[in-house]
């Protein structure tokens, strides 16, 4: 009789967290059968076979991975009904991968997985390109080993006709697909000569996006204008701005930020994207802008952004996550407006406080001052960023042969 229990596997992921599976034991052998789920080591209770409490989404992750623990259990059943002398390995290949074994069932698997992890804007994203898969196989499923390269050429075809696209929009769509592949494969729910990406198949590369700030100019129209208190164009105008003194402080960030934050004149906050933690001097024109939030502070009430104010559970990464994304729609459209009375001409989103730092900045900082204030975990990521704003040489050598 075989027994089944909850594990984790004991080598690192490339994103740092530990692949979750079922460890099938039978005559003192075992054979792992992996859910799609992972986990960072610390959230993990080995004892218990259980994700922690302190997990933002434990309930949500306990709970599927119970039903997948119960789900592979009945399947053991009935194959050991069948066949007695089976072996651990034996079950394991005999076994339907968790959530089925074709493309659609395991997008689902990625779609739910996305959502037990608090992942809203991936979550959101990927969703839409799943089902345009779908519309492209007519509503079919479709097995891992039948997504062959003259296939993917048809959807990208297909895409390009029915949609008005671009390049990075249809690799976006391709990466998708790659991503529930490669669970796939690590599921070993396909086997790997059936993979159609890489070299000699289907390459996905990224087209170099053209990063564009503000400069000096605009950045000082901006903060001239004035808005009725209350407006959503103030309000906008007060985040990007603080976001920008900041070093383009995400707005991810932004809005999370405590009152509890500020600490001798300092802003100490830990970068929700990767965990940099740090500190950074409040300059004056900061403290302005909080200045006019202050009036706002409730009693046991510590953000200072109102946002996620009305959230009841700030550890709900999923709920957070769509609340600061429906945040920023509204700033961007508000932002238009502010744009327009400034007389810039040139488009303002959030994301765009980030890229005006980098383009004032130029070549004025030392990189590795700007590794810490852009808080990148390497700095190549800093060199390729700030890339897109340094143009002193390009332009110099460019004058020194057409300048005559």
């Not at 200045?291 to 046991?300: A, C, G, I, L, P």
Request: glycine fraction near 4%; avoid cysteine.
């Amino acid at each position: 009789m075989s027994s089944v229990s909850l594990v984790i596997r004991k080598r690192l992921n490339k994103n740092g967290a530990y692949p979750i599976g079922i460890r099938i034991t039978k005559d003192r052998k075992s054979s792992y059968v992996f859910t799609g789920q992972t986990i960072e080591p610390e959230y993990w209770d080995e004892d218990k076979q259980r994700v922690k409490k302190s997990h933002p989404n434990s309930k949500r992750l306990n709970n599927l991975l119970l039903k997948e623990l119960s789900d592979t259990n009945n399947r053991i059943l009935e194959i050991e009904t069948v066949k007695n002398n089976v072996s651990a390995k034996g079950v394991r290949h005999s076994l339907k991968p968790v959530g089925g074994s074709s493309f659609i069932s395991q997008a689902k698997v990625y779609i739910d997985n996305l959502k037990a992890k608090g992942k809203y804007n991936q979550h959101s994203a990927d969703q839409p390109r799943i089902n345009r898969f779908k519309e492209f196989l007519k509503g079919d499923d479709i097995s891992f080993e039948d997504i062959t390269i003259p296939l993917l050429i048809r959807y990208g075809a297909y895409l390009k006709r029915t949609r008005d696209i671009n390049e990075r929009t249809l690799i976006n769509h391709l990466v998708v697909i790659r991503t529930i592949f490669s669970r796939a494969l690590q599921a070993n729910i396909v086997e790997q000569k059936y993979y159609p990406f890489g070299k000699g198949k289907i390459k996905i590369k990224f087209p170099q996006s053209n990063k564009v700030g503000l400069s000096v100019e605009d950045v000082m129209k901006l903060e001239k204008l004035k808005f009725a208190d209350g407006s959503p164009q103030k309000h906008a105008l007060n985040v990007w701005l603080f976001s920008f003194y900041f070093a383009g402080m995400r707005i991810s960030d932004v809005l999370r930020l405590r009152w509890s934050d500020l600490q001798d004149e300092r802003l100490h906050y830990t970068m929700g994207k990767n965990a940099k933690a740090g500190s950074l001097k409040i300059s004056e024109k900061a403290m302005r802008i909080l200045d006019t939030y202050k009036s706002e502070k409730q009693n046991n009430d510590d953000l200072i952004f109102p946002e996620l104010k009305m959230l009841k559970d700030l550890n709900n990464a999923f709920a957070v996550q769509k609340k600061i994304s429906n945040a920023v729609s509204k700033f961007n459209k508000a932002l238009k407006k502010v744009s327009d009375d400034a007389k810039i001409g040139k488009k303002i989103t959030m994301h765009i406080s980030r890229h005006t730092f980098g383009n004032i900045s130029g070549d004025k900082i030392p990189i590795q001052m700007l590794q810490k204030l852009y808080r990148h975990s390497s700095i190549t990521t800093t060199i390729g960023y700030q890339a897109n704003f340094i143009h002193k040489d390009a332009d110099e050598a460019l004058n020194a042969v057409i300048d005559f």
